[in-house]
């Protein structure tokens, strides 16, 4: 049974007492003692029409005692209204199951309220139980108080009905995101009490047993253990929580095919089975796993006080394996997969979005990694996710803040060792997370779109630096600079313009720039991207295909597009690197593709040159320019400057 107590806890103020007592002055209540000047005959009436009221009263006294009670009373109660006087109202009723509703009750009968409402759940006198509102509200200008039951059994019925609809979703019966949230956020509280309640009860236990050696009290128990409820609390409990969070594969597909009413008929099958792989899996303390529908094709099951990662692994499984089982609808047979993230931790201190949260990123990897599969959440992969969103946030105002520096690698001949060009290289020098590679935030760039505006940073600042090199040294063959430009800088952005302005503006010459994109981005070129290319080699700016033979290697395209360099990709020049037993293959393929190159009249660059060794082999296949760690790293523009001019590069 449960109760709610209503009203205010203290007293009324006196205006409000003498508006009520003016009002039962022309309205006494049943059972009351009319106030002086009622005639015989309004008293009769008044005490009949209290004793056949259809509405369950009672007259209790200050001491919680009946004084009278009509018929409809001891109709509920199973007794004559004559035998009920006397007895304790509060035990007719159940006003005594719980502290609340007993305090609230007891301060009416003493006058300190003026109105006690609660809400019980009695057993009638033919057997069957009801809801009730029970009211206590004190007769005015007596001592006695007027105790009232309604039967609210068909609004508390309706009340459910209702909520059942508004809490379950309409096409699977399965409860509904509110509900999944409202049970999940109660089975995190609950977990997390529990893990109160057990420490606290482990504090105590050890605090019994120091008084227990201290004083040689006998709190010990049979084989010497403490006897506290420690050690039976929590039994069959273990605070942790797991969760299932499915999405199936290409069901848009279904709907937009075979109709919507088919989908919800699917939706409807896959629950039947979800529900049938929860139930299989086992049952806990509040019964069998949850199982929800999220909304669209999106499921969860949670699972409560589970055993471990392991049990949300075999359930995980088992779900796969019952979805990929045809489904027979009205004759029409469909196969459907789905992707499932897995979360399992400890239910103390988790909250119900955090849950989702990274539940939800789970699900994204199961996707991303083939679709048809379960994936355990790894924290050390959603680090790495956090730390990505963190750069994506911060990126845009980075180029503001100045806090992106270039740094060069030289573009070494491999005849005569001298630096012919270098390739511009940029750093993020983060305010978090320090020095950061191109690799780690370019690809963020490209995606959201802030490459346009760091690749035009890029460019000028190379651009300037080479032609401040120019200036520096007036008498030496000047150096190209190479910059890397993203698909997406052509065609997010007027790169021609682009180009032209800043070479205007810094004063260099076309031909010291090159541009270079990858192979994928390159081949394959058609309408604007390879308009703008041409338009850039037209003007005198070299296009170069970086990490050339990785991508699509269409050599039909080679003729076609405006390229001037093929930059072959590091993986080609590491098959060099093992002298002693080196692949005559990879040295074949290399001297192929310089020979092609050449044909067309392409210069060709090998990156990733590290040994002596590599750089004779390559120079000996007619291998133009070579970049890597034998040479230099990447290094400052004081670096180079010292560079230019100076004795050649080991080659």
């Not at 403490?226 to 594969?249: F, H, K, N, Q």
């Not at 520096?472 to 007027?494: G, Y």
């Not at 070579?626 to 001019?645: F, H, K, N």
């Amino acid at each position: 049974m449960s109760g709610t107590p209503e009203g205010p806890v203290h007293p009324e103020p006196p205006e409000t007492r003498a508006a009520e007592s003016a009002l039962t002055e022309r309205h006494p209540p049943y059972g009351a003692e009319p106030r002086v000047g009622c005639s015989p005959s309004e008293l009769r009436d008044y005490r009949a029409a209290f004793r056949v009221a259809q509405l369950a009263m009672a007259v209790i006294d200050q001491d919680g005692v009946v004084v009278t009670a009509n018929d409809s009373f001891g109709t509920l109660v199973g007794a004559a209204p004559e035998s009920l006087r006397e007895q304790a109202a509060a035990d007719l009723v159940d006003l005594a199951s719980d502290g609340r509703t007993w305090h609230a009750y007891r301060e009416v009968l003493r006058g300190r309220r003026s109105r006690f409402r609660c809400t019980r759940r009695l057993k009638h006198a033919d057997g069957r139980s009801l809801w009730a509102e029970v009211t206590v509200a004190p007769v005015p200008d007596s001592r006695r108080v007027l105790l009232s039951i309604t039967d609210i059994s068909d609004r508390r019925e309706l009340q459910a009905r209702l909520r059942h609809l508004q809490m379950h979703d309409p096409v699977t019966r399965l409860p509904n995101r509110a509900l999944f949230f409202e049970r999940l956020s109660a089975a995190l509280e609950s977990s997390t009490q529990d893990a109160a309640d057990r420490a606290s009860a482990a504090a105590v236990a050890g605090t019994a047993s120091a008084v227990a050696v201290a004083g040689a009290v006998d709190t010990v128990g049979p084989g010497g253990t403490i006897s506290s409820s420690y050690e039976s609390y929590g039994y069959g409990r273990t605070g942790r929580i797991g969760l299932c969070y499915l999405d199936l594969d290409g069901f848009k597909a279904v709907n937009d095919t075979l109709g919507h009413r088919v989908g919800d008929r699917l939706l409807a099958a896959v629950a039947s089975r979800l529900t049938e792989c929860a139930d299989s899996d086992g049952y806990t303390r509040s019964g069998g796993h949850l199982v929800a529908r999220l909304g669209g094709d999106e499921f969860a099951i949670v699972v409560e006080e589970s055993t471990g990662t392991e049990q949300l692994a075999d359930l995980a499984r088992s779900v796969l394996n019952a979805l990929q089982r045809p489904f027979d609808l009205g004759g029409q047979r469909l196969s459907v997969s789905a992707s499932i993230g897995v979360v399992e931790r400890s239910g103390s201190g988790t909250t119900a979005t955090a849950l989702m949260q990274d539940a939800d990123t789970t699900l994204y990897w199961a996707k991303a990694d083939g679709k048809a599969r379960w994936t355990l959440f790894d924290p050390e992969r959603n680090a790495h996710r956090m730390t990505r969103q963190a750069l994506s946030s911060t990126l845009r105002p980075a180029v503001e803040r100045g806090e992106f520096a270039l740094e060069y690698q030289p573009l070494v001949d491999l005849a005569d060792g001298a630096v012919r060009g270098v390739e511009a290289l940029v750093r993020w020098n983060h305010p978090q997370f320090g020095v950061l590679p191109p690799n780690r935030f370019v690809g963020i760039a490209e995606e959201d779109g802030s490459i346009v505006e760091l690749g035009r940073w890029v460019l000028n600042t190379a651009c300037r630096q080479a032609r401040q090199w120019q200036k520096d040294h007036p008498r030496e063959r000047p150096i190209f600079v190479s910059v890397n430009v993203a698909v997406r800088q052509v065609w997010d952005s007027d790169l021609v313009a682009d180009v032209a302005g800043i070479l205007a503006e810094t004063g260099l010459a076309p031909h010291l720039l090159q541009l270079e994109l990858t192979e994928s981005a390159v081949m394959g070129s058609a309408g604007r991207p390879l308009q703008a290319l041409q338009a850039l080699s037209d003007m005198g700016v070299r296009i170069a295909i970086d990490d050339f033979g990785t991508g699509y290697s269409n050599l039909a395209y080679l003729s076609r597009l405006p390229v001037s360099v093929l930059k072959l990709d590091g993986s080609f020049v590491r098959g060099f690197q093992d002298e002693e037993h080196a692949n005559p293959a990879d040295e074949l393929i290399v001297e192929a593709l310089v020979q092609l190159a050449h044909r067309l009249g392409l210069t060709v660059t090998a990156e990733c040159v590290e040994t002596s060794g590599q750089a004779s082999r390559l120079r000996r296949i007619g291998c133009d320019t070579g970049q890597g760690w034998l040479y230099s790293r990447a290094v400052t523009p004081d670096r180079i400057a010292e560079l230019i001019g100076a004795e050649p590069l080991p080659a």
